[in-house]
């Protein structure tokens, strides 16, 4: 072979290092992974937009329309506030809120410090039962205390002549309901503290009352705040409890309800759905920026509170925890036994007949059937969706505007209640000149809304895993060039599996106990588990309704109970590598 033949071609001076036939492709790959990237991002926002803006634009159009079709700008606005039985509801909503929050806060708060503040047994369990009514259906709350208080009740005699079919009934079951969603925060609020200003304190001979004002309660304001604004924004939205309990006592959830169902006067629906959503908006932007003020309660040099055994205090706080704890597991028992009871109070006798669904509504199973299958689709298709939107928005670097609008998007659900955004869907899903309106009153509708109403605090979840990851494995992907869906794939998603499994969890759940996002949205062959709680309450079944509400609750308890099981097993060695070797 000759020498002109076996040597390679001479690079010309100014020419690239690497052949123009490698570098194509590389810029090529390039230029397609971003592509994709913009692509996906914009496919995410979109769906963000039909699912979440766009109804909630509905709504709002809706609320300017004449009941008679046209437009009618802010007259509906005006008979609102006209018509005092309206303002009413209102009103009863705002005074029930502000109650039960007065009542929530202080209790929650002592059952948190006591679980993380004292040394006393039993820490586990007094948790889990003062979460309890999370895996439940909210009308639960109010059917035991029907049960309990109620004219036939156990302690009827406690009300000294008051009816719990109304404002009484509607706090305290609103408190039940509330109490495990302010004590999480709460528990979070006590569990980030310094235990040096602690020792400090004990140095400086400070008594203990004065630490507890000067360093417990700074430290936990923000918590305390949180967790407020919290229990205030469910209470003014829940459907379930005034439903089951508030007899003829009118609140903004029921109110709406009986506009659209009762009279078929949409636009007035409208109006009453944004009426809730300010109440609820007005706390989410107050405790956003509440948080943007907080500061760091822990540092690098921080050393974790533990607390040190005192005998006094840890029985006190004990006897307190499981007073507590007590009676939130009894009111929700006496639910559950009572679903067993042949004739209550009169025939203590057990019996399932409660359980034949089929002699109380004429669907029988087939609502728990729907919610099981609605609320499996909502975990293993909403898990994958807000788990790969949080990874679009958090780290990838591309689109930035694109990125921004679906951020937003995703944290709107939070400020939006879920019988207004059913409001939203009803209007916008149901619209004859939109062609999706195939999909109104199919549990596809149902799955979709129960996932927008979710989203944020999925997405919150999502993105706070991914944000732990340092961001050393995407720019060592990049250098290699590696696609960033090779990263997801085998990087990011085996690290976060635990928060994945958590978010399955957690959808699964919701979907199962939810009652206001999707009263308006059953069509006759989809109806949910928790709409034929109330259709069994209305017809008198009481029973009945109890025995379903105990079905859901042993689901989502089983489902919660499966992913304890999957953590100890499959993700425990899956996660083997988290594990130092002594």
């Known amino acids: 072979m000759s020498a002109a033949t076996s040597e390679s071609p001479r690079v010309a001076e100014g020419a690239p290092a690497i052949p123009l036939p490698v570098v194509l492709p590389r810029a090529v790959r ?22 979440i803006a766009l109804p909630l634009g509905a709504l709002l159009i809706k609320s300017l329309e004449a009941p008679s079709g046209g437009l009618a700008g802010l007259d509906n606005f005006r008979t609102y506030f006209a018509t005092p039985t309206l303002v009413e509801a209102l009103t009863n909503s705002l005074t029930i809120a502000a109650l039960c929050v007065m009542i929530v806060l202080p209790l929650a708060f002592g059952y948190a410090y006591a679980l993380t503040r004292t040394a006393m047994w039993f820490k586990g369990l007094l948790l889990a039962a003062a979460l309890l009514p999370i895996f439940a259906p909210s009308l639960l709350s109010g059917i035991a205390l029907t049960y309990i208080l109620g004219n036939q009740g156990l302690l009827r005699g406690l009300l000294m002549g008051h009816s719990v079919y109304g404002p009484i ?12 969603h302010a004590l999480i925060i709460l528990i979070t609020a006590l569990s980030l503290s310094d235990g040096r200003l602690y020792e400090a304190a004990a140095a400086m001979g400070t008594s203990r009352l004065r630490t507890f004002a000067t360093v417990t309660l700074p430290g936990a304001r923000y918590g305390l705040v949180s967790a407020a604004f ?20 009118a609140v903004l959830a029921t109110d709406a309800y009986r506009q659209v169902v009762g009279q078929q006067n949409f636009p007035m629906g409208a109006v009453v759905g944004l009426l809730m959503l300010v109440p609820a908006v007005i706390a989410f932007g107050v405790d956003r ?91 293993a298709i909403g898990t994958a969706l807000v788990f790969c939107g949080a990874y679009l928005i958090e780290k990838l670097r591309t689109f930035a505007a694109g990125r921004m609008l679906a951020q937003f998007l995703a944290m709107l659900p939070l400020a939006v209640p879920g019988l207004v955004l059913g409001l939203g869907y009803v209007f916008f899903f149901n619209a004859p000149w939109n062609p999706l309106n195939v999909l109104y009153g199919t549990l596809v509708l149902l799955a979709i809304n129960t996932l927008a109403h979710y989203y944020t605090v999925a997405h919150v979840t999502a993105a706070t895993a991914l944000k732990q990851i340092d961001p050393e494995f995407e720019a060592v992907s990049a250098s290699l060039k590696v696609p960033f869906w090779q990263t997801f794939t085998r990087v990011s998603l085996p690290i976060c599996l635990p928060t994945v499994l958590e978010l399955a969890a957690y959808l699964f759940v919701n979907a199962m106990t939810t009652v206001s996002a999707v009263i308006f949205l059953y069509g006759a062959d989809t109806k949910l588990a928790s709409i034929a709680i109330v259709h069994m309450d209305e017809a008198g079944a009481t029973a009945s309704a109890a025995a379903m509400a105990s079905v859901i609750m042993a689901t989502a308890l089983g489902a919660r109970l499966i992913l304890v099981l999957v953590n100890r097993g499959v993700v425990h060695r899956l996660q083997r590598w988290r594990r130092r070797e002594a």
């Open 30 to 51: 390039r230029l397609s992974e971003r592509a994709v990237a913009t692509g996906l991002i914009a496919l995410m926002g979109g769906l963000l937009v039909l699912i």
């Open 169 to 180: 009934g509607i706090v305290v079951a609103e408190c039940l309901y509330a109490f495990p």
């Open 230 to 249: 919290v229990v205030f924004t469910l209470v003014v939205t829940d459907f379930g409890i005034p439903k089951v309990i508030g007899g003829q006592y």
């Open 289 to 379: 920026v509440i948080q943007r003020r907080q500061t760091s309660l822990l540092s690098a040099r921080s050393v974790p509170y533990e607390p040190k055994p005192r005998r006094g205090r840890d029985q006190a706080f004990l006897a307190y925890a499981v007073l507590v704890a007590g009676v939130i597991v009894a009111t929700y028992g006496v639910a559950v036994w009572a679903s067993f009871i042949r004739y209550w109070p009169y025939n203590l006798a057990l019996t399932l007949d409660h359980y034949d669904f089929g002699a109380a509504d004429a669907d029988g199973w087939s609502p728990y059937w729907n919610s099981l299958i609605m609320a499996a689709s909502v975990a």
